[in-house]
């Protein structure tokens, strides 16, 4: 049986973004540019994995007002996927990009209530479907109704099953995941401080926080730090990757790149510390791109290359 990457998306949405010249605040702006993608993190790392020829199983909720978009847009892009339909709509997020200071701000909707019996039967689904799954991508936020448990409750499964979690979340999502020991988070560093309560500015806090992470038995911490790159935390190793400076024509979908980055090391075998050069590689290649349009494989690949990892034995780690 050939094992599949399933990605999950519970709270789908569209992104509406709006590109001014040098957001005013309580002034009058100057828009140069309006577009509207289908977007949600599984989401996003699903067609990331598609542009680099890594089949996967996009899952989640979609909503029966507006799901024909998400189910269009999947289509399109040749994803399978395993929706279940919810009542209500899709929600909007709402995304205000500064071109002047290369700055996203973001304005993002709840989405609908999805009630018990939707959550019991996506897991169900997921009981099922985890029998032919290899990787197991985890990403983003809930809608109100499911339980804040949900994500650990996947990740007990996969892992029981042997199967490698990857998840990206935060605050009390990426806490209760953590309790399940998944293989690989990946939050940023604002994100890792607020969930974790620990100061996160500087390499030395980041990695001080990911060891404490570590000791619960993730084994993979990867703090992403915007133009800065990105830090991978082991039980013995420390990665570091610098930036790559190029021209950011948006920043959405940069994380879920990443993820994407760390399976495609993963299908191909390399090792451990060439899982950051891929992934720093993706999520440059996304920033290419504006809205949800992301990374390609040539354009990983290219930035594979140009991608500097240090290593260094991690003195403060499990001993």
């Not at 577009?35 to 599984?42: L, P, Q, T, V, Y």
């Not at 909503?63 to 399109?76: P, R, S, V």
């Not at 926080?209 to 790159?229: D, L, M, P, T």
Request: one cysteine or more; charged letters at 25%.
């Amino acid at each position: 049986m050939n094992k599949k990457i399933v990605t999950v998306t519970l709270n789908p949405c569209i992104d509406l973004t709006i590109t001014v010249d040098k957001l005013l605040y309580g002034g009058t702006n100057n828009v140069i540019g309006t577009r509207k993608d289908i977007s949600g993190k599984g989401i996003n790392t699903s067609v990331v994995l598609k542009n680099l020829a890594i089949e996967n199983i996009a899952v989640g909720f979609t909503f029966l007002e507006n799901g024909d978009l998400l189910k269009g847009f999947l289509a399109e892009n040749k994803i399978p996927d395993r929706l279940i339909s919810v009542p209500g709509s899709m929600r909007t997020n709402i995304k205000i990009f500064d071109a002047s200071q290369k700055v996203m701000s973001e304005f993002n909707g709840k989405g609908c209530r999805v009630s018990m019996d939707f959550q019991n039967k996506f897991l169900e689904m997921m009981e099922e479907l985890l029998t032919e799954t290899k990787i197991l991508i985890i990403s983003g936020s809930i809608p109100p109704g499911i339980s804040i448990e949900i994500y650990k409750w996947l990740t007990d499964m996969a892992v029981k099953k042997g199967i490698r979690v990857l998840a990206d979340a935060s605050g009390r999502l990426l806490e209760e995941t953590v309790k399940s020991k998944p293989f690989l988070i990946k939050p940023n560093a604002d994100e890792l401080e607020k969930t974790f309560h620990m100061p996160s500015s500087t390499e030395e806090e980041i990695i001080r926080a990911a060891n404490k992470i570590i000791e619960k038995g993730v084994r993979y911490v990867c703090v992403s730090r915007g133009s800065k790159g990105a830090v991978l935390v082991t039980e013995k190793k420390i990665y570091t990757a610098a930036g790559i400076p190029v021209k950011v024509k948006g920043i959405q979908g940069a994380g879920d790149s990443m993820i994407a980055g760390f399976c495609y090391a993963i299908e191909h075998g390399v090792g451990e510390k060439e899982y950051l050069k891929y992934a720093v590689a993706a999520a440059t290649g996304s920033l290419l791109h504006e809205g949800t349009e992301l990374c390609g494989k040539d354009e990983m690949l290219e930035f594979v290359n140009l991608v500097k990892v240090s290593e260094k034995l991690n003195e403060g780690g499990i001993k």
